[in-house]
């Protein structure tokens, strides 16, 4: 048994035994009380599930086979030992040295790899101790080593006491394993190396080294309550860490594979429940540390600097993918990727204690970490204190290229037979503030600086108790967090492409292109007109195809070999600040003191709060400043295209077919520029206090407390900053296209686009904001107010509190606005001749523009005593916001550019299709013509035609602000007379209709007309479907001898005229009494439009009728004659008779009822040339000169 005690404990005897037979006697009794607790039977051993519900040392006897001292074998009762596991029991493996004390005094080197255990003392001196992955372990343990003491992966652990000293260097550093294969490789903390005192109270833990005393990744422990430990160098003591990695790399093959890895820094631990001292001759320097006394006090000293930094872990991933494959049967596509991401994050220190006390002999510099306590933290530092954050990075690059080659879509209806490479590039940098925090839970926070204190980005926080900070100069400044990104795509094509057009085609295209364009603007009247191109390219369209339904109106193919390419590049830079902050529950109080006009006080973008007085006190100028935030744009694009080849145009006509070229070009800038300010605010609970001996300056900073008191022994200088954003940019592009040869086409374009915008405003006023116990200024020199205020509450102002006290008095105020102005314009000029001589392609141009602007001013005052005296505590901010948004006005003037290119040219070719048609008709009819009276009635019809010519085109030119015909007030009116005159002829070409007693035409109807020519021509036209049905079963009509309806060619019957050509209605077919009840039913109803009713009858509103003369009837007739001119005469809805067309299909009933309702608006500005004031004939001016 005795055997067994030493190969499982290491000892002679178990804890609390001192003889062989006391011990055996115990370890029998505890076997028997287990044993009936558990119901063991003898003989039998404990299985590990016993063996772990152990709660003492036992003996139990356990059957196993013996030797006989003759050589025979038997089976025997044994006595077996159990041993309750307890934590820091040794395991057994290595060499071992054990005794109730263990002594070691060696002249030369200790090397330990095994275990030395004491069960009272373990001392070992020797001239260099190292513990290398060992364990050294007793009641009490002293290790002194003469040079050098290392406890490598190793530890050193004591009950009571620990004792670890080196004459020169002191180092516990873990140790790392490493492993590699042919994906990669890691590596790992193997063994942690420590120093540890494990008794819950009164435990002792003492490291130190003559020079240096470096951890590296380690840990010191004491869990003692009420404990000391002290870690002490006469030189440099280090906490370092040690660091771990892990990598992969995967690689399927050339093109794809991934990289992944890791490399993170382990930081070293020192842990107490008690008192805790750090103490170093020279520097103390921590890395990623966490050094925290529990429950007692934590006290860090250095002759010279305090050093307290973040770890880092970095992280890199480089991933590329390669896919071939084919988007259709006719191409194939490889898609290439390559992503990578690199990052940097940081592990502060921290040091934290009951109460935390830092002391250094020159500099305590605290870089995104933490120095905490509960009851209170104080740092002291003979030079300077500096408290910043520290910076976590981010780089990541996405780049895609996809290259196609084959047969692809060329857009619209063809393809082309090549190759396309197109390619996207983004990378992107980031830096983000990872701030220090110096605080503390319940007490107050003190920091000195014999020189100079900096806080940059960092906090300084006691909730519950005051802050304290003073120097000979103080700075508590903002962190900068920046981002640099760029976006570059490039896009080549090259190869043979086959393009199919065809007027049916193009309309399709144009709803789609006007759909997308009218969602992208905000002018209700693009919207409108975008409308009106879908319809109008539907119309010309369905002429095109009427009118040479051989070829589909007209096909053109073109077969080109050229290329194309493109590239933009867009870069990004941003700075914005990351600010510090003071904030105390109770009272705040910084001082810059002790070098005269040196002593200077700033605060840049940041904030101090305290819950009770607030004191900043210089003797040289107290600064309270914005931080500038920055935010700057870059974007360039350029594009380049050429193709020559063969094309074909086919129609009834013949065909233009030669070579065709075709080249266009395109660049692009653009720079935009912000300026944002980040204010600093100090603010009291109750009273805040300035006090500076040179001037106080508050530019873009806010003080406030329920009473402010000021005492500036230089000027006091309040000035309020504006943000500002400036943006301009400027996009051009041309293009051209000409065909050669059996007839002859070309056409050319061009664009361009300039957007500027401006905007400066101030978003929170400067200045000194009192509560309710008011302001009491005094100021040596001058006081100088920019767009800023002094004020205080209307109590304070009621209650007579407020003072200010100044050898003079200057004030400014600053004027904010915002401005912006884009404007796009585009014009397309095309033309030629087909085989027999024929016109082709129409010629349009457009433009967009949008504008705003918005101003405020920023005034200055104090309270009740100068300035704007109403200036109060608490008032609304005199600032304007930004009302520019960059991509919203692109979009927005692209479209309205668009919609009004596109609108005049489908307008455009809408009356070159109305014109050639009715001239065609004319000219046959001028050479049918045998008298001189037949020829000068054709010819007064070409004259009006003309005449129709003229006057629409100067309806397109006033709808699209361009157009052949000057538009001015005076060619509008005259427009609109001549289009109201063309009507009420147009008009009159029908006889009427009648029931016999009563009779309407076109203008029978009452009104006061327009400058009282007494015509009503508001209303719709008479509708002969609608009034006799479209087989005339509500109309007399023609009948032979039999009385059968005589039918016309089409099998249609034929109307019946009277002796005057007038329709004859009939009542009884009708089943009505007559023609004014047939008006008054459902069917009658539809014949009634919603502004007018029937022209020939009385006016309607909305089916409220209306007398002669009346406003309804003035405002109609307004808008009659243009909008009878374009909603009915030029969208082809009326017949030779004035009339609605007849047999009309669903589909053009359609259009023609949309087309009407569309043509209200564009009435507009004919219907009101009049009335309009002169601002708005400017305006047109204005737009005129900017279209052409």
């Known amino acids: 048994m005795r055997e067994q005690v030493a190969q499982l404990t290491g000892r002679r005897f178990l804890d609390g035994y001192s003889s062989d037979e006391a011990q055996y006697r115990a370890l029998i009794d505890n076997g028997v009380t287990y044993a009936k607790a558990w119901g063991l039977r003898p003989g039998v051993a404990l299985t590990a599930a016993q063996m772990a519900q152990l709660t003492s040392d036992i003996v139990w006897l356990v059957e ?54 004491g069960r009272d003392v373990v001392s070992i001196t020797a001239e260099n101790v190292k513990n290398l992955g060992g364990r050294i372990t007793g009641g009490d343990v002293a290790v002194r080593a003469r040079t050098d003491l290392d406890n490598l992966g190793g530890i050193i652990d004591a009950n009571n006491s620990l004792s670890a000293m080196a004459g020169r260097d002191l180092n516990v550093a873990s140790t790392t394993r490493s492993n590699s294969n042919a994906q990669g490789s890691i590596t790992n903390v193997s063994r942690i190396a420590g120093l540890y005192v494990t ?81 170093a001759g020279n520097d103390l320097n921590a890395r990623g540390a966490s050094v925290t006394s529990e429950q007692g006090a934590l006290v860090a000293t250095a002759g010279n600097n305090v050093n307290l930094g973040a770890a880092q872990t970095t992280r890199e991933v480089d991933e590329a993918h390669q896919f071939k494959g084919s988007s259709s049967w006719f191409s194939k596509k490889t898609i290439t990727t390559r992503n990578t991401l690199s990052e940097t994050t940081t592990q502060g220190t921290t040091f934290s204690g009951n109460t935390t006390y830092v002391q250094a002999g020159s500099d305590i510099n605290v870089k995104g970490s933490n120095v905490v306590s509960t009851d209170g933290t104080t740092l002291i530092a003979k030079h300077d204190v500096n408290i910043d954050a520290a910076t976590n990075s981010t780089t990541e690059r996405h780049f895609r290229e996809e290259k196609k080659s084959g047969l692809f879509s060329s857009g619209g209806i063809g393809f082309t037979i090549g190759t396309q490479q197109q390619s996207q590039d983004n990378q992107d940098a980031r830096t983000t503030a990872a701030a220090s925090t110096v605080g503390s839970t319940n007490g107050n926070v003190a920091i000195g600086a014999g020189n100079h204190y900096q806080q940059v980005g960092s906090n300084v926080v006691a909730p519950q108790g005051d802050i304290t900070i003073q120097a000979k100069k103080v700075d508590i400044l903002e962190a900068q967090e920046t981002t640099h990104s760029t976006q570059e795509t490039q896009f080549k094509q090259s190869g043979l492409t086959v393009a199919v057009t065809a007027p049916v085609i193009a309309a399709i295209q144009t709803a789609q292109q006007m759909g997308r364009a009218a969602g992208q603007t905000s002018d209700g009247r693009m919207k409108v007109l975008a409308g009106a191109t879908t319809a109008l390219a539907g119309k010309n369209a369905a002429d095109a195809v009427a009118a040479d339904p051989k070829s589909g109106g007209g096909v053109s193919i073109s077969i080109t070999v050229g290329g194309s390419k493109s590239q933009s590049k867009t870069t990004q830079d941003t700075s914005t600040a990351a600010g510090s902050k003071v904030v105390a529950g109770g009272n705040v109080n910084i001082q810059a003191t002790g070098a005269g006009q040196d002593s200077t006080l700033t605060v840049q973008g940041s904030d101090i709060k305290g819950g009770g007085d607030v004191t900043l006190k210089a003797d040289g100028d107290i600064n309270l400043l914005a931080a500038k935030n920055t935010s700057d744009m870059q974007r360039s694009s350029s594009s380049m295209s050429g193709g020559v080849g063969v094309a074909i145009s086919l129609s009834s006509n013949g065909a233009a077919f030669g070579v065709t070229a075709n080249a266009s070009g395109s660049r692009g800038k653009g720079d935009g520029s912000d300026v944002s300010w980040t204010n600093t605010h100090v603010s009291a609970g109750n009273t805040l206090t300035l006090e500076s001996g040179g001037n106080t300056n508050l530019r873009g900073a806010v003080a406030n407390g329920k009473q402010v008191v000021a005492n500036v022994g230089g000027d006091l200088n309040i000035e309020s900053l504006q943000d500002t954003s400036k943006y301009h940019s400027k996009d051009q592009s041309i293009s051209g296209s000409v065909t050669v040869g059996y007839g002859f086409s070309g056409s050319a374009s061009a664009s361009q686009q300039k957007i500027d915008s401006d905007f400066a405003s101030v978003t929170e006023q400067s200045g000194i904001k009192a509560g309710d116990k008011g302001f009491q200024v005094n100021v040596r020199g001058n006081t100088d107010l920019k767009g800023a205020v002094i004020a205080s509450t209307d109590k304070a102002v009621q209650d007579g509190v407020n003072s200010l006290t100044t050898a003079t008095l200057t004030q400014s105020e600053i004027h904010n606005h915002a401005d912006y102005s884009a404007s796009s314009i585009g014009m397309t000029l095309s033309g030629g001749k087909d085989v027999k001589g024929g016109r082709i392609s129409p010629t349009g141009a457009g433009v967009g523009q949008d504008s705003g602007s918005a101003s405020s001013t920023t005034t200055s005052g104090i309270s009740g ?70 020829r000068s009635a054709v010819q007064g019809k070409l004259d009006d035609l003309k005449l129709q010519e003229r006057v629409m085109n100067i309806l397109v030119g006033a709808v699209t602000g361009v157009g052949t015909a000057a538009v001015t007030k005076e060619g509008l009116s005259a427009a609109a007379d001549e289009m109201r005159s063309l009507m009420i002829k147009d008009s009159a070409k029908f006889a009427g209709v009648t029931d016999g007693t009563t009779t309407y035409d076109n203008l029978s109807a009452e009104s006061a007309g327009v400058r009282g020519d007494g015509y009503k021509v508001g209303g719709t036209r008479w509708d002969l479907d609608g009034l006799c049905g479209t087989d005339n079963k509500r109309c007399k009509v023609l009948e032979d001898e039999n009385r059968r309806p005589i039918l016309d060619a089409n099998g249609k019957t034929q109307l019946a005229l009277n002796e005057k050509g007038q329709v004859q209605f009939d009542p009884d077919a009708a089943g009505v009494k007559s023609l004014d009840d047939f008006l008054k039913t459902d069917e009658g109803k539809k014949l009634s439009g919603a502004t007018g009713g029937i022209q020939g009858v009385k006016g309607t509103l909305f089916g409220v009728p209306y007398e002669a003369g009346s406003w309804q009837d003035k405002l109609i007739e307004s808008f009659a004659g243009t909008h009878d001119m374009i909603g009915g005469k030029l969208s082809g809805l009326y017949d030779d008779q004035g009339n609605a067309k007849r047999a009309r299909t669903d589909g053009e009933k359609y259009f023609h009822e949309t087309w009407t309702m569309v043509a209200i608006p564009i009435s507009a500005p004919f219907a009101m040339s009049e009335q309009l004031p002169s601002p708005v004939w400017n305006a047109i001016s204005i737009l005129l000169k900017a279209a052409k």
């Open 865 to 934: 005593i100068a300035g704007n005296t109403a200036v109060r505590t608490g008032d609304a901010e005199t600032g304007i916001a930004k009302i520019f948004d960059a991509d919203k006005v692109q979009k927005d003037i692209n479209a309205q550019m668009q919609i009004t290119l596109a609108f005049s040219q489908q307008a455009g070719q809408a009356v070159s299709n109305y014109v050639e048609k009715n001239r065609g008709e004319l000219i046959a009819q001028m050479k049918k013509a045998t008298t001189e009276e037949e």
């Open 199 to 279: 008794a819950p109270s009164g435990g002792t833990l003492v490291a130190s080294a003559g020079r240096d005393l470096t951890l590296s990744g380690a840990q010191i422990g004491n869990a003692s309550t009420g404990g000391q430990t002290i870690v002490a160098a006469a030189r440099d003591l280090n906490l370092n860490t040690v660091e771990t990695s892990n990598s992969q790399s995967i690689k399927w093959d050339n093109n794809n594979w991934r990289k992944d890895s890791t490399r993170q820094e382990v930081g070293s631990s020192i842990q107490t429940n008690g008192d805790l001292r750090l103490s």
């Open 64 to 117: 196993q086979e013996v030797t006989l001292p003759n050589g025979q074998t038997t089976r025997a009762l044994v006595p077996q030992v159990y041993v309750h596991v307890k934590p820091g029991d040794l395991d057994g493996s290595g060499a071992l040295i054990a005794g109730q004390s263990v002594s070691l005094n060696v002249s030369g080197d200790m090397v330990n790899q095994g275990s030395i255990a």
